[in-house]
């Protein structure tokens, strides 16, 4: 012991250093290997709020159990200290926590004198206020990582100094489908996610924006380690020295995928509705012409005999105009005007009649299985459309299947909740019947899944498809209120998903039974006022009525209708007008026409239903073209018994 430090020696040296200590901003702390304290500055004292007395009586063991109380995880801080006394010759550095919230960082190192060690000398450093701020980056952190986490919002910082860095936030991972050790934290590594048709369109955004002639703002595609792809949309700024060069490209990325799939939703129903409204047009012109050629080809032939050389021909052209008219309805079932009788029927029991009849039709080599749901409620619609919807359906997997397959039809009841319904828009949350239609094709690329229901549309060979049976499908299913989706992937087949909402247990109105037909008033001569902008629909019911003794008056036009009604007060006992002319329409005649006489007969002709046409009443019949001249006399005949019935009872 002879090399230690007297107490006088010790009390020497510590006194000229005891006007460098009182400057240092931390607390000193110096200890004899004995335990004893040997010095100590005036900041050790604020920090701990001791006085020197307290220090010079109670010594290190009063210091530990006076602090003990105010320091969290006590046991641990006393077990830290442990090892200091065995081993002085090596530093230590731990924090010391009090429950008022301050934190001192502790360093204890050995006073040595030369190679022997004299004691320690422990140094408190308050960092309190650095925790604090530690604590509200972290944070903030974690709020920032949240609100990415809401909001599907990733953020990255490229590095463009050379080394490829790039890194990722939490939320970035999570929408590419990686880990933080699973991405390898370079531009390459981004960039081999990207998908391969993209990545192009990507690199050539962020050398344009490097360069500064646009900035960095572009949707993608990415490709998940599972092999999905999702929609992201980056945007990102360019961080530059002094002299404009980049230092760094810091962005935001979002996914975007059920945004996207809306958007392309929308766009594909807004199509769909234009192409509907456009095979709508088409078929009120097309029923026009073939009113025309069928109703002409009827008279003709009524005006030959059996014998005549020239009636076979006729008799072609009248069936002609009757095929023709089949397609003016698939145009308008497509486009939502055709007339349908709406009942309720079981879809079950109709799905498993087509079942055995679909084996007949598709051939030996196509296995036909249905799978029905039990208590499935029934529907409202028209069974025979349906029917040949599915039919078309079935035919189209046929086709799909020219070595043969399987053809399943199933049915089921299903609840389809928020999230559901928005990945089958227009769809509305709730329960519908489903009827899956599944082939085993060789099924479609999305490029023809995208256009499968647009009208005229085929992939078939020429003379081989009209492309409208699909088309036909999706305005039926239109109509009755439902909805159609198609899944398919090349080479493993083909779905189509039919929705129905269950019906009211209850049966609609049936139309009321037309009246019969009955001869020719032989009282006088009934006036009918005919207007038709087509001159040959209208020369037509012109001649179709002249045989039949009606008084009649022509116009081609609204205007010119009232014209003639002026002139001819009282005079008019029924008005056939077309629905839809150029300037004043049909409908907006009769019902000026009819508050001058209200008691005048009006049948409108047109190839919509009633339903698409605003304005028709109860007291407006309509009649649909394309019409034959029987049903047209008829028409006519059962409007003015009524008429006259009406008349007769006030």
């Known amino acids: 012991m002879a090399d230690r430090l007297t107490p006088e020696e010790t009390i020497k040296l510590l006194n000229l250093l005891e006007a460098t200590l009182d400057a240092i901003p931390d607390g000193i702390l110096a200890l004899d290997l004995d335990r004893r304290i040997v010095a100590y500055n005036r900041q050790y004292l604020r920090m701990f709020d001791f006085t020197a007395d307290q220090l010079r009586q109670g010594g290190i063991d009063w210091i530990i159990q006076a602090l003990a109380p105010l320091i969290e995880g006590r046991d641990e801080v006393l077990s830290a200290s442990a090892p200091i006394w065995s081993q002085p010759d090596h530093d230590s550095l731990d924090e010391m926590r009090f429950k008022d919230g301050r934190v001192y960082e502790r360093i204890i190192s050995p006073n040595r004198r030369g190679a022997q060690v004299l004691g320690l000398v422990a140094s408190f450093r308050d960092i309190s206020h650095a925790k604090q701020t530690e604590q509200a980056l972290e944070q903030h952190r974690a709020f920032l990582e949240k609100a990415q986490e809401v909001a599907h919002i990733g953020s990255w910082v490229a590095e463009m100094d050379g080394s490829d860095r790039l890194g990722w936030s939490r939320e970035a991972h999570r929408i590419f489908g990686l880990t933080a050790t699973e991405f390898e934290g370079t531009h390459e590594a981004f960039f081999t996610r990207v998908h391969q048709s993209d990545r192009d369109a990507v690199r050539a955004a962020s050398d344009a924006a490097l360069e500064g002639t646009r900035p960095y703002d572009i949707e993608h595609r990415i490709v998940r380690p599972d092999g999905s792809v999702r929609w992201v949309h980056e945007k990102a700024d360019i961080v530059r020295d002094d002299g404009g060069a980049p230092l760094r490209m810091i962005g935001t990325m979002q996914d975007v995928t059920e945004r996207r799939l809306l958007e392309d939703q929308l766009r594909q129903s807004q199509k769909m509705e234009a192409i509907g409204r456009l095979a709508g047009g088409i078929a009120h012109d097309l029923n026009n012409a073939l009113t025309a050629i069928a109703g002409y080809s009827e008279l003709a032939i009524g005006q030959l005999a059996a014998s005549h050389p020239a009636r076979a021909d006729v008799e072609e052209i009248r069936r002609g105009a009757e095929r023709a008219g089949s397609v003016t309805r698939q145009l308008l079932a497509f486009s939502r005007k055709e007339l ?25 080599d196509i296995e036909v299985r249905t799978e029905l749901a039990p208590s499935v409620p029934p529907i409202l619609g028209d069974p025979g459309q349906f029917e040949q919807a599915v039919i078309n359906l079935a035919v189209n997997a046929r086709d799909a299947m ?94 189509f998903r039919l929705y129905f909402r269950p019906a009211a247990a209850r049966q609609p109105d049936s139309p009321a039974a ?79 026409l009819v508050s001058r006489s209200p008691r005048l007969r009006v049948i409108v002709m047109s190839g919509y239903t009633q339903d698409t046409l605003s304005g028709l009443n109860d007291s407006v019949e309509l009649l649909q073209k394309p019409f034959a001249p029987r049903e047209l006399r008829q028409r006519i005949r059962v409007a003015l018994d009524q008429a006259k019935e009406n008349s007769r009872l006030r």
């Open 340 to 364: 349908l009788e709406p009942r309720l029927f079981d879809v079950n029991q109709t799905i498993s009649a087509l079942g055995r009849l679909l084996s007949r039709l598709l051939g030996a």
């Open 514 to 592: 037309a009246a019969a037909p009955t001869e020719p008033d032989s009282e006088g001569r009934p006036t009918v006022l005919v207007v038709e902008d087509e001159a040959a629909v209208r020369n037509l019911v012109a001649s179709t009525l002249r045989k039949e003794g009606y008084r009649l008056l022509l116009a081609g036009s609204a205007e010119e209708a009232i014209e003639i009604a002026a002139a001819n007060p009282d005079g008019i006992d029924l008005l056939l007008t077309d629905a839809i002319m150029p300037g004043k329409s049909g409908l907006d005649l009769a019902q000026e």
């Open 402 to 495: 020219p070595h043969g397959g399987r053809l399943l039809l199933s049915t089921a009841v299903e609840d389809l909740d928020l999230v559901s319904a928005r990945a089958n828009m227009p769809m509305a949350p709730g329960r519908y019947i489903v009827l899956r239609v599944s082939d085993s094709g060789h099924g479609m690329t999305p490029d023809t899944l995208a256009h499968i229901f647009e009208p005229f549309f085929t992939t078939k060979e020429p003379g081989k498809g009209t492309g409208l049976g699909l088309s036909m499908v999706y305005g039926t299913l239109k109509q009755i209120g439902g909805f159609i989706f198609a899944d398919s992937e090349v080479g493993r087949g083909t779905t």
